[in-house]
């Protein structure tokens, strides 16, 4: 079936500073790729919605200027959390759709920890 | 997008049946109803996907009423490791669709001894 890399799986950094988060579709192309974040014993939270070639859509109350989304492929969609700050500590979560398949499939995520 | 509405838990032992219901009244005509299984620190996994009566997989199974106001995802003779966070979502996810999948709250299945 579809698979979707997510990379790093857990990441540590500093206040302040910049994190990058990988989505991948390893075996198809995917036009569409959404950001979800999630919260301990909490639901998904649907962050934005990362579109091939253009700018992405973000939910209300998420900030783009702070969640920077690039979509620069058919394969590839990154997430930036750009000046991170402990609030920001959660569990990033990508999926994409194979529209050979039902569903959608969803990567491995990735922790941040913010200190 | 059509809201859901699950048991925020439910307890089980293994071997039994487990049916999970899920109401979702505001269903539009274009959605399918698709279930997700989530363990702790790993993404959501596909489980099963339906759109009227019943289908059948090799690990679940969903029950889809006339209706199609609610569904019913049933595992069959769960073990210790269908301990998990289940999803039920609808969405116009079928065919060329990319639409965006909101989540609910997810039920937690609790698999005891």
């Known amino acids: 079936g579809a698979v979707v890399s997510q990379h790093p799986s857990r990441v540590i950094c500093k206040s302040g500073t910049s994190v990058k988060i990988e989505c991948r579709s390893l075996?198809?192309?995917?036009?569409?790729m959404f950001w979800y974040r999630q919260f301990p014993k909490k639901s998904l939270m649907l962050m934005a919605t990362?579109?091939?070639?253009?700018?992405?859509?973000?939910e209300q109350g998420v900030e783009k200027d702070k969640f920077l989304i690039n979509h620069a492929s058919l394969t590839l969609s990154t997430l930036t959390v750009t000046s991170a700050h402990p609030e920001d500590s959660s569990f990033y979560i990508c999926?994409?759709?194979?529209?050979?398949?039902?569903?959608?499939?969803f990567g491995s995520g990735t922790r941040l920890t913010v200190v | 997008l059509a809201k859901t509405t699950q048991p925020i838990s439910m307890d089980s032992y293994e071997g039994q049946e487990v049916n999970i219901t899920c109401s979702h009244n505001?269903?539009?005509?274009?959605?399918?109803i698709t279930w997700y299984q989530q363990f702790p620190s790993q993404g959501p996994r596909f489980i099963i996907q339906?759109?009227?009566t019943k289908v059948t997989n090799e690990v679940a199974s969903l029950f889809i009423p006339a209706d199609r106001k609610s569904s019913t995802l049933s595992l069959p003779r769960v073990s210790l490791s269908d301990t998990a966070v289940y999803y039920c979502?609808?969405?116009?996810?079928?065919?060329?669709?990319?639409?965006?999948?909101?989540f609910g709250t997810g039920t937690l299945l609790a698999v005891q001894p």
């Open positions: 999926s994409a759709r194979d529209l050979r398949e039902n569903g959608y499939t």
């Open positions: 075996d198809f192309q995917a036009t569409t």
């Open positions: 990362s579109n091939e070639g253009s700018k992405a859509t973000y």
């Open positions: 505001n269903i539009a005509t274009n959605d399918y």
């Open positions: 339906g759109y009227k």
């Open positions: 979502l609808v969405g116009d996810t079928y065919g060329g669709a990319t639409n965006k999948l909101i």
